[in-house]
């Protein structure tokens, strides 16, 4: 079993800014292992842990194929064989897709860090744009402070004008949505979750698709 530090959290930490949160991935590990190592199982759709100390969340490391639609169409697979890099793979954006291991030691197969010193939104892959929630999460960490003068690649760019096309965005839960709309409230810019600058158009669109809106 090997653990790192994922996300938010290791992009905060590189920017230097304190982060509120952290995440972790477990590499070559089980379901039954964690729990018999004391983690408390909270995940529905995938295998998601509670430290018995910290109550940070502990996830095993997954990759995910689209089987369906909405941000519950995905398929599953957390076997031990599953590697950190193909973790971070399915990630949305390279500045999100690095890893810290218990050394301190960055791990960055993306090149996010780059794209942190440039401030640009990247994805990571092309699957960017199976999962509709990414786009109304992009527009959420432009709410941040630290965050909120990132530009955005231009094939980024294309990908959210396909999820807007799709039409997956009206497949997306009132509770998803919500979720993400509240932790924008919060921020320190919640106006820019509304009305960001790089994408006004295509943006503005999303909330015409959103179920119950």
Known sequence: MKIYKVGG?????????????????VVGSSPEEMINEGFKPIGKDFPVFLHPETNE????????????TG???????????????????????????????????????????EDLSNKIFRYVSDTFYEDPLRAIRLARFYTYDHLKDFAIDSKTLNGIKKII?????????????????SRAL?????????????????FRSIFFQIKGT
């Open 9 to 25: 959290a290791v992009r905060d930490f590189l920017l230097e800014v304190k982060a509120s949160d952290n995440d972790w991935v």
């Open 57 to 68: 969340e502990y996830a095993l490391a997954r990759t995910e194929r689209k089987s369906g």
């Open 186 to 202: 919060k921020s320190s810019n919640p106006n820019l979750y509304f009305e960001k600058n790089n994408f006004t158009r295509p």
């Open 71 to 113: 941000y519950n169409g995905f398929t599953f697979y957390f076997g031990r064989d599953v590697s950190l890099e193909e973790d971070l793979s399915r990630r949305d954006f390279t500045i999100n897709a690095i890893a810290e291991d218990e050394n301190g030691e960055i791990i960055d197969p993306f090149n996010g860090q």
């Open 165 to 181: 096309s799709s039409g997956e965005l009206a497949e997306l839960s009132p509770d998803r949505v919500w979720s993400e709309t």
